[in-house]
């Protein structure tokens, strides 16, 4: 995985995320970079080639302060 800093694109790291890896972006990893999954052609860590499978990805956010049930900046209802 990839992570690129949005206002300074030079600033970057990498990660390795072996099999069944769990990873949480949270502060300055969440707001301030970009996140990818590398392309095959381009999936090596260090000069070990990393073979790309199947992954999963489960998303879960919360809800920014002063928006939620009650609040005034409560967003809509889901569908």
Do not use: K, N
């Amino acid at each position: 995985m990839r992570l690129v800093h949005t206002q300074e694109p030079g600033e970057w790291l990498e990660l390795l995320l072996e099999p069944g890896s769990l990873y949480i972006l949270r502060g300055s990893a969440r707001y301030d970079f970009s996140h990818e999954i590398l392309r095959d052609e381009e999936s090596f860590f260090g000069e070990c080639r990393i073979p790309r499978g199947r992954r999963i990805s489960v998303i879960c956010r919360s809800l920014p302060e002063g928006m939620g049930p009650g609040e005034s900046g409560q967003p809509p209802a889901a569908c």
